[in-house]
């Protein structure tokens, strides 16, 4: 994985130690992986074999959408520090990425998440490397302004629908067994859990370590030789790709995409909730997060009204900012130190 | 005459119209211990800034080790060499102490060439550093749970992980009681004597003048003394800068 040395690879006896005390579940990057694929495999053949009905995987598809786009925003605005409000634009560049691609060709979804992945991360890169003077709230501003600019080209490209949006029509078959929708649903499983372990093996990794010397402080950081550029675009780039990927499907997923959807401010709102709800620091925080919150909202989609979702994501928000302001993983680990101690 | 370990000539830096530093000339020897003393705004901070790479200087030129430093990012100056701790400790807040040290053995010793230390290796070193300015105990705590003397100790400890050949401390002493100023002192002079050449910032005239071998003394970004602290305090001009006409 790209250089990292992982940090838990040799364990000495103090840092076993210190797996015992602070984590009861330290495992090692490459067993996380494993882990994780199982977990994330029977999960799959399980809901896939005993679950008939099609809304769960159109819910669940969702919410594992919101678990890769709470991820990824985490890794560059919970690890590194830097607050982006730009998730739609990464997403729907995702999108329209495969909109051009299943125009100019008939290539399989996988690729078409790996070519919005690309493009994405190119965004990203350009950006990080356009706003890297920027730090705080003039970052996030930057991010803001961003998605308008990408989603006035996108309004204004006629080739892929303009304002009036695209149709989109699916393959009759998917590729492997059932429905097209559970083939999607199936995919966005498998980016899931590539998202989670890759955000995983960053935290416990030199270059976590380093993202959050530049989130805690930058000046600092480069005088004990981070080279805060590098990292800063590392973490853009990364954050962005993965983003784009979580986008690439959704034409598919909603067979009509239009810049007004695909652009909207729900997305860059929920990535920044997810986390901050389940905890900025690790890597399960975003999870619990996007669970937490994209259950939440597709449960008032379907008993009361959509319009109420960024309501929700608002007040939940807040009761949050409140009582528990590193999340609800900040809350379990404030009180396990409190134990240990 | 040995070579010296840092060579500054003709040094300027300007913010807008405000001149901070100007035509500065100095030399640093390695092993020296060099006290660098001026009144408020003098420019002490912004010398150490453009000489670590916090900021970049307009003019004239900065030699370390015999490599020329000018434009090279800070990350680059700490990893050949050259350490500095922050006049406000800017401790990694939501980090233990042992990875707040970590940080410098992985991006800048182990970015060294030639040397790879493995993660036990980097503990250990993390922990002897803890231990050396007594700080073992706290290896796991957070920033937020030390005193302000603790919070310094860190601030060094960080910056002498990074295995400096020169450390800046930039008043290292500030606001603190005269039995933790000796405590600091006891930590630099142990740098100093396992071969890190120590440039301390400072307004403690007595810590300066108990510490430095050298004093070089900056009056509105100048500089206008040199010599030894015995020297440069007699000096008419710094007497006048100090003390008025």
Known sequence: MMGLGARSDSPSPALRERAQSEWAFEMGTTKFWIASFVV???????????????????????????????TAWNILGGYTGYTNFGTGAFFAVGAYTAVVLHKLTSLPVPVMMLAGGVISGI?????GYLTLRLKGVFFAIATLALAIVAQTLIVNWDYVGGSRGIYIIRPQYAPIAGSYIQYLYSLMLALTWMSVAIARTIERSTLGLGFNAIRDDEQAAEAGGVPTLRLKLIATTLSGALMGMSGAPLPYYVTYLDPASSFNLSYAVNSVAMPMIGGMTSWIGPIIGAVLLGTIQQLATVTISSALNLLIVGVVLIVFVVIAPNGIVGLVQTRWRARIR | M?????????????FGGFVALEGIDLTV??????????????????????????????????TFDGRRLDGLPAFRRTRLGLARSFQLPKPFRSLSLLDNLRIPLLYTVNARHGAHLASGEIEERCRALLADV????????????????????LELARAVASAPRLLFADEAMAGLSPSEIEEILAVLFRLNEAGITIVLIEHIMRAVMSFSTRLVVLVAGQKIADGTPQEAIRDPEVERAYLGE
Not at chain 1, 43 to 69: D, K, M, P
Not at chain 1, 123 to 127: A, N
Not at chain 2, 136 to 145: E, G
């Open chain 2, 2 to 14: 040995a070579v010296p370990i840092l060579d500054v000539s003709g040094l300027g830096k300007r």
């Open chain 1, 123 to 127: 965004i990203g890169f350009g950006m």
């Open chain 2, 134 to 153: 007594g700080l073992a105990d706290k290896a796991r705590r957070l920033p937020r749970d030390l005193t302000q003397v603790e919070m310094r100790k």
């Open chain 1, 40 to 70: 994330g495999f029977v999960f799959l053949v399980l809901t896939r074999s005993f679950i008939t009905n099609e809304y769960f995987f159109f819910a669940g598809y969702q919410v594992l959408q919101f678990i890769v786009l709470a």
């Open chain 2, 29 to 62: 020897e390695a092993g020296e211990r060099l006290g660098l003393i001026g009144p408020n705004g003098s420019g002490k901070s912004t010398l150490v800034n453009c000489l670590s790479g916090t900021l970049h200087h307009d003019s004239g030129g900065i």
